[in-house]
C-alpha cells in the first residue's frame, strides 16, 4: 500500500482518534460494501479512519449538510489523490506540462460560481434533443452485434454500455468516435490516479497516459480557436470571444473533465441498471410491460446502486458534523452509497423497488451548489438504452453462471462485468 496523502498526517497531528475495528468497512473493496455501511450509520455515523486519513459519514442528514455548507467543507481536495504521487510519476507529469484542473467539482467559489454559469450555456436542452436520434442509433447498432453473438451470450458492460455514452461525449465535444479506446484508457488512468490504491511503481503508466490526456485536452481548445464548430467546446471558446470570463486553461480543465466524468459514471450507470433489473427479475418484467416506468426505475437505480458512492471535501475550520468534533484541515468523505440506503429517510431502503416514492431523494449526483451538471444527459442515455433493450430482447438475462466483480477504488463502484444471455 502507498502512503496515505497528506490529509492524514495532517489528521492525525491533529489528534484524531482511531478506530479500532472500522465496523467491517474497507475503503475500497465495492465488492458488496452496504452492510459495512449499515454498521457504520448504526454504531458510529462519522468515523476517523486513519486508513485512509478521511472521517467517514454515511447518514442521509450528515451527508447532505455538509454538501450544503461550502463555506465550512470545500471541494477543493474533490480530485486530490488519495495516495501521494510518487517521485516517478511526479517527474513524467511535470516534465510531461501536466496542469490539468479540476472542471468544476474540485473549484469553489467565487470562481466555481463563474465557470459554472459559462459551461451551463453550453449544456442545453437543444444539444441533448439533437443528441437523442444518435443515442438511439448507436444502441441500436450496438444491441445488433450483441445479439449477432453466435452462442447467445454477451457482456452489457463492455457490448453496449462501455460504448454508447463515450460516443455520446466525444460528439458533444467534437471529438472523432474512433478515439472511444484512448480515452476510455486514459479515464481509466484518471480513475486510478485519483481515487485508487496504487504504489509508486503502479503509477508509472497513468501518469503517462495522463500527459497524453491533457495535451488533448489543449489540442481541442486551440482546434476549436481555429476552426469553430458546433460543439460545446466551440461554444465556450465563443462563449470567450464574446466576452465571457474563461480562459483556456479553464476550458481545456473543463474538457478534462467532462471527457471522464461523461462517461465514465454513465457507463457505470447503465451497467448497473441492466444489472440490477435483471436481477430484480419482476421489475425487469414491469418495465418491458409498462416502459413508462423506466424514468423512476433509473432513480431507483441510483439510489440502490450509484456510480459514485463517496466524493470528498475538505474542513476549512474547526466544526461538527453529526455531534463529532472535527479539526479544520481534515478530510471528509461522504459516502452517499450508504446515505442512499438510510433507514431515516428510505422506507425499507435495502430493498429494490421502482416504485419507490421517495427514490429521487438519492444524493449519487452529488448536492449543493456542485450537483451533477451533467444528470439529464446520463439519465437520457440510460432511458434509451433500457427502452432500446427491452423493446428488441425482452427475453434478456443475467447469465446462470454470472460472477460480477467490482473495481477497487475510493469512490466509483464499476463492475467487471454483466454477463447476460436471451432467448431467440
Not at 20 to 30: A, E, K, Q, R, T
Request: charged residues 25%; negative net charge; hydrophobic residues 40%.
Amino acid at each position: 500500500m502507498a502512503t496515505p496523502s497528506a490529509p492524514a498526517a495532517e489528521a492525525v497531528a491533529a489528534g484524531c482518534p482511531v478506530d479500532h475495528g472500522h465496523h467491517g468497512y474497507s475503503p475500497f473493496d465495492m465488492t458488496d460494501p452496504f452492510a459495512a455501511y449499515a454498521e457504520l450509520r448504526r454504531d458510529e455515523p462519522v468515523m476517523y479512519d486513519e486508513r485512509i486519513g478521511y472521517w467517514v459519514v454515511t447518514r442521509w442528514a450528515d451527508v447532505r449538510a455538509v454538501f450544503e455548507d461550502w463555506e465550512t467543507f470545500s471541494s477543493e481536495n474533490a480530485q486530490q489523490p488519495v495516495r501521494e504521487r510518487g517521485p516517478e510519476a511526479t517527474r513524467i507529469m511535470q516534465e510531461g506540462g501536466f496542469t490539468a484542473y479540476s472542471g468544476l467539482s474540485a473549484r469553489t467559489p467565487p470562481e466555481h460560481t463563474r465557470i459554472r454559469a459559462i459551461a451551463q450555456r453550453a449544456f442545453t436542452p437543444r444539444r441533448y434533443k439533437a443528441l437523442e436520434p444518435a443515442i438511439r442509433e448507436n444502441t441500436r447498432a450496438a444491441l445488433d452485434r450483441m445479439l449477432a453473438s453466435p452462442d447467445g451470450t454477451g457482456d452489457f458492460l463492455s457490448d453496449i454500455a462501455f460504448d454508447i455514452p463515450t460516443i455520446t461525449i466525444l460528439t458533444l465535444l467534437g471529438v472523432d468516435p474512433a478515439m472511444v479506446p484512448t480515452y476510455k484508457k486514459w479515464s481509466d488512468s484518471r480513475a486510478a490516479m485519483t481515487w485508487g490504491d496504487l504504489d509508486d511503481e503502479q503509477q508509472i503508466p497513468h501518469a503517462h497516459n495522463l500527459v497524453d490526456y491533457w495535451q488533448e485536452c489543449q489540442r481541442l481548445v486551440v482546434e476549436a480557436h481555429r476552426a469553430g464548430g458546433d460543439n460545446l467546446i466551440a461554444d465556450l471558446v465563443g462563449a470567450q470571444d464574446g466576452g465571457a470570463e474563461i480562459t483556456d486553461h479553464e476550458i481545456a480543465s473543463l474538457c478534462y473533465s467532462l471527457l471522464f466524468a461523461g462517461h465514465e459514471t454513465t457507463t457505470t450507470l447503465i451497467a448497473n441498471s441492466i444489472r440490477v433489473l435483471l436481477g430484480h427479475r419482476e421489475s425487469w418484467e414491469a418495465i418491458v410491460a409498462d416502459p413508462s416506468r423506466i424514468p423512476s426505475a433509473i432513480d431507483e437505480v441510483l439510489r440502490y446502486s450509484g456510480s459514485i458512492v463517496a466524493w470528498r471535501r475538505k474542513a476549512l475550520k474547526d466544526t461538527e458534523i453529526g455531534g463529532v468534533a472535527i479539526p479544520e484541515g481534515a478530510g471528509i468523505l461522504l459516502v452517499m452509497g450508504s446515505a442512499n440506503r438510510d433507514e431515516n429517510v428510505f422506507t425499507h431502503p435495502e430493498e429494490f423497488d421502482i416504485d419507490r416514492v421517495d427514490a429521487r431523494n438519492h444524493m449519487s449526483f452529488g448536492y449543493g451548489i456542485h450537483y451533477c451538471l451533467g444528470n439529464m444527459l446520463a439519465k437520457l442515455q440510460d432511458r434509451i438504452v433500457l427502452e432500446e433493450t427491452i423493446a428488441r430482447v425482452p427475453s434478456l438475462r443475467l447469465a446462470d453462471d454470472a460472477q460480477i466483480g467490482f473495481r477497487e477504488n475510493l469512490s466509483f463502484r464499476v463492475p467487471t462485468s454483466v454477463p447476460v444471455t436471451w432467448e431467440d
